[in-house]
């Protein structure tokens, strides 16, 4: 271990724990080994059991790191979040963005699964337990559902602004199954321009490639899985 710190992010109200798990960072030199530079931990009051570093994600010069803590409860209970490290030679390691969805609720699991664009200025961020009842791109997150208390899934990407980063797309899968799991796998090509969204306990079973919503008659078999491209 060359060194070790803690990362100061954007602080939560307060009354939480300060430790809500690690990240390692090891940049390979130019035709050397790798080193150990240095231990990220989100810092500033985040509730013990956040599970920060459930998922991580590298940008392909490895400048950038996005991880998620989906238990992280500073909004609700579980709704997650995800952080966003940026490395520069003359700082190192600074912590970016510390991003949870405008209307995340209780067990939404947002930061499931992240995944980072070659450039590192696109992010994409899974909440496979959301619960708004919408389709497609950028619809009102709208609770309550029904059935009461189901759920399905969801994924968001994100762009920097200025100093920060903004939500640019609400993304919903095509139908709606409840307890779907849409974004429990998440995947960005490195140009940014397609998004492959996993859904294992979707039911339809049809085994074929479909170009939108599969038809009301489909065969259903509980837990089949679909894969969603954007």
């Known amino acids: 271990l060359r060194r070790q ?33 240095g231990l ?41 979040a995800a952080y966003l490290f940026t490395h520069s030679s003359g700082s190192g390691w600074q912590a970016q963005a510390f991003l949870k969805p405008a209307q995340g609720g209780s067990d939404d699991l947002f930061g499931t699964r992240v995944a980072l664009s070659a450039s590192g200025r696109l992010l994409a961020v899974s909440a496979p337990q959301e619960r708004s009842a ?39 899968p095509t139908n709606l199954q409840a307890g779907m799991l849409f974004g429990q796998s998440l995947a960005l090509s490195a140009d940014g321009e397609s998004l492959a969204v996993g859904a294992p306990q979707e039911n339809t079973r049809l085994g074929r490639i479909l170009g939108g919503a599969p038809p ?15």
């Not at 791109?137 to 602004?161: H, W």
């Not at 259903?220 to 679909?226: E, I, M």
Request: aromatic share 10%; glycine share 12%; net charge positive.
């Open 5 to 37: 710190w803690k990362s100061r992010l954007p602080r939560v109200p307060p009354g939480r724990s300060q430790r809500a798990g690690p990240v390692s960072s090891s940049p390979r030199p130019a035709g050397g080994a790798w080193e150990d530079d």
């Open 40 to 80: 990220q931990e989100a810092a500033g009051g985040i509730r013990a059991g956040a599970r920060f570093g459930h998922s991580v994600a590298l940008s392909a010069d490895g400048r950038t790191l996005a991880a998620g803590a989906p238990h992280e409860s500073s909004i609700a209970p579980r709704s997650g």
């Open 134 to 172: 919408t389709t497609g791109f950028d619809a009102a997150q709208n609770r309550p559902v029904s059935p009461p208390n189901a759920t399905f899934g969801a994924a968001y990407l994100f762009e920097p602004e200025g100093s920060g980063w903004r939500p640019s797309r609400f993304i919903k």
């Open 216 to 230: 009301a008659s489909a065969p259903q078999t509980r837990w089949a899985g679909a894969v969603y491209l954007y």
